[in-house]
């Protein structure tokens, strides 16, 4: 690799999930490109979620390196030869990496392999590259794998249930969308679109446009615009919308500067008791309960 005063040593927090599972999570916030480097056998499976920013995965001693975008994921896996894992993370970048073996990945799912390609009896010998975008389920549990921060008794428990959901919410993905059959995410254009009806409806989450509204706004058909938001995002816009005010929620009445009512209006509900009764259609509990068992915690 060519020396570079930009680029700097970067840290990956490393969470033994069980046995030889693990996590890895880092999250760049310096103006330094991080590299970053961790040794991996031929036998693990490797996830890569890029939650925010973009980053680089180098091959090869840095010969040839494959780009990742914000919220897309790269699965790897090569029975032949290693990979270790040599990253470049941008600036302003997150990232979270999942290892299993692919022997216990095999074991999670023996009843229902035949559904997963790469764990077909044809398939299991053979190197696999696969990447998808992230859908909004996946980029929640990823960002409470970042920011959470669990009492040490419980945090083992945490992670393993995390990295557990991750793969379940992983397998539960579109998993075989096929380009060729799917003109819409091989139109650039189109792609930035969508990307900026999802940039949109952030922005304007207190009171967003009507579908209509929308894909006049970004210039394309009301048809086009449902499609491939749900091919790019795996979920509906306001399916998507749902899940990011969840999250956006839950940071929110982690940091305790607001109160429940003040959270609620600062993601567009109107009553609190509409906030309320979507936080626990999302996570099981209310607001207020939620932020009790931080505190006790």
Known sequence: MENNKSVAKGIIEERHVKDDFYLLCSENKSENTWELKRDV????????????????????????????????????YNPQIKLPINILLEPNSAMVSLLIPIEKLHAFFSREAHFIAFLNEDNRDK??????PISPSVITVIKQILKRNPHPVVAPLYFRA????????????????????CPFL?????????????????????????LQELADEIQLPLNRLKEGFKQVYGDTVFGFLFEYKMERARQLLSGGSLNVNEVG????????????AA??????????KYVMGLTSA
């Open 127 to 132: 190197k696999y590259y696969k990447e998808h």
């Open 186 to 210: 091989v139109d650039e254009k189109n792609v930035a679109k969508i990307r900026m009806a999802k940039e949109i409806i952030i922005e304007r989450m207190t009171n967003p446009p009507t």
């Open 265 to 276: 209006l600062e993601l567009g509900y109107s009553a609190a008791s509409h906030f309320i």
């Open 41 to 76: 056998s031929m036998d693990y499976l490797q996830f890569h979620f890029c939650v925010e920013g973009s980053m680089q995965l180098l091959f090869n001693g840095g010969s040839y390196k494959m780009p990742l975008e914000e919220e897309r994921s790269l699965i790897l």
């Open 162 to 181: 995390k990295a557990l959901e991750l793969l379940s919410l992983y397998f539960n993905m579109p998993q075989d969308i096929d380009l060729e059959q």
């Open 279 to 288: 936080f626990k259609r999302k996570y099981g509990t209310t607001p207020k």
